[in-house]
């Protein structure tokens, strides 16, 4: 069965530093990873996505994200964070075939930005 | 573009009730889904449905039904509310992979069985 870990509960990072948001899942075909933000009561808005191709990818607000299959990850990555960015992240999984539709997110890391 | 509209935004039942939580999108949209989020576990998949008449189970479909008689609606039914159900509901849609394939979400439904 698909599954999505997000080891780090919280996190906290002083505004202007660089951030990293731990992903890795598993799943038994070709995966399709998603990153996911949620500012408080709000819904989520996608960050990024990967289907195929360059394991590089670009998403909004200046996030970007890589797939490594040798080691089930797809880390989250901003070069300076700012304090608009503090919210809760979830990475997800989904396959193609009849996967797709069913997306499995992991638990979220909380961003918390210090001045 | 309204995008994904769901209602009400807060609701408050008593063990026992029922009730249905709307959720409808104006992007044509053919896969809708419900989640369910509670604290430290994420969201969790409900039912989900690849296009008008095709309905599916999700991960904890146990208490709740779902129909898709149109692209655009996709309605979930809460049969007799329990306190276990207490927690926030969230419909997204997508257009799969064939489009964006991000799922575009709702902005959610706050629940409170007592």
């Known amino acids: 069965a698909q599954s999505v870990t997000q080891p780090d509960i919280h996190i906290t990072v002083s505004e202007g530093a660089s951030l990293e948001l731990r992903c890795n899942y598993s799943y038994g075909a070709t995966p399709y990873l998603f990153w996911y933000v949620q500012s408080p009561g709000q819904g989520l808005q996608l960050l990024l996505k990967?289907?195929?191709?360059?394991?590089l990818v670009q998403g909004i607000k200046g996030f970007e994200a890589e797939f490594k299959r040798s080691q089930s990850s797809f880390n989250l990555r901003k070069p300076s964070v700012h304090w608009s960015d503090a919210a809760e992240y979830f990475c997800?999984?989904?396959?193609?075939?009849?996967?797709?539709?069913?997306?499995?997110f992991g638990t979220g890391t909380r961003l918390l930005v210090s001045p | 573009n309204a995008g994904v509209t769901q209602t009400p935004k807060f609701q408050v039942l008593k063990t026992g009730q029922s009730m249905t939580l709307q959720c409808a999108q104006d992007m044509n949209h053919e896969y809708m889904s419900w989640y369910r989020q509670d604290p430290g576990m994420g969201l969790r998949l409900i039912h989900y449905?690849?296009?008008?008449?095709?309905?599916d189970q999700g991960e904890v479909p146990n208490g709740y039904n779902v129909s898709r008689s149109t692209t655009e609606d996709f309605p979930l039914r809460l049969l007799s509310a329990a306190p276990s159900q207490t927690s926030v509901y969230f419909c997204?849609?997508?257009?799969?992979?064939?489009?964006?394939?991000?799922?575009?979400f709702g902005s959610g439904t706050r629940l409170t069985v007592v």
């Open positions: 449905s690849v296009g008008a008449g095709i309905t």
């Open positions: 997204a849609s997508s257009r799969g992979v064939r489009g964006n394939g991000g799922y575009t």
């Open positions: 997800a999984v989904g396959g193609d075939g009849t996967g797709f539709q069913k997306l499995v």
């Open positions: 990967y289907f195929s191709g360059d394991t």
